[in-house]
């Protein structure tokens, strides 16, 4: 059985991504595809990173015949929008009443971090007790140089977070949060960036 | 054998990848780790996307069986310096008198295309005749919208492009073409492309 990204059967056994935040990529893939068609940002996700050990040939070229997934040192997602570099991750967090922070690698907020340091946009989008919230890069650097606690409580998601409207098309409009952030007064000539605090 | 980024060998034969840009992109992801170390740039290579077909569990955790390579939709390399959208990629042309456009497929045309029109910078860097040049996404488009020639002669290439020297720190530093076509009036407030014809 082949999936478009990596899910599959072992006999009858369907291996469990939930963890990895698949129903929620899979809303995020389908709204830039929205965004890419309509011509409003150019935003990937990168392929998974893998280490190939070992590769050959069969009758539809080159097949890989065994590989190890590998820990990504960036996030997941990243492009353009408004001229803006954007870069982001999708988490899953099946704790209702806190975002665990084991689910961005140390790698992953170290990148956060240099991305926003260079003029970049970067964020989470997190899917927490039935919402799905927009939580932004700097508000997760204030909680993680500021706090000791190794899970972001729901209450600052909430309070500094803001919830995604999950709609037809796009399926979730995250690009509006980024609007009302960074590109409220775009439209003045010189370009001046609205902090989002 | 193992390889970070899948040369393998089969049995005896080792696989020519070499129409891949190996050797190239082994100088801009040396230059890509510089730039990040020294705070430079943040700059990454996409992993190779593939569509995995089976996969199974060893005693080193989750193992992919077997995948194919997939047609990559955009460029190899992107991420973001002095504030702008970087999307480009690594080409080495095994024809010394012009670089065959079927190297850049359609795909990733179309791709460049829609990162300069969102205020991205997207270049290609080719390897020809013993030299290494910039050429600027511009210059491509130029070339391919007025030409119906399969092939970028080495002419246009001289005339368009830049040679990228070559140095120890970094291997390549290609942003330093950047910085004349792109960031000569940055340092004036209100901040304005130079357009780079």
Redesign the interface.
Known sequence: M???N?I?T?GNKL?NYSNRGMGLEHLIDDSNTYY?EN?I??I?K????????????DS??????????KQP??LDY????????I?FDAKESKNKTSFPLQNLHEHQYI?MK??I????ISFLIISINNNIYYLDGKDIINFIENETRKSIPISYIEDHGYIIEQKIRPRLNYLYILDLLYFKEDMY???KEKDNK
């Open positions: 082949k999936y478009p990596g599959k072992t291996i890419l011509d940002a150019i990937y990168k392929p998974t990173p893998i280490t190939i050990v070992d590769a050959s040939f539809h070229g080159r097949v890989i015949t065994k590989a190890y997934f040192s960036t990243n492009g353009i929008y408004k001229g803006r570099y870069d990148h240099n991305v340091n260079h003029g970049g000539g010189c370009k």
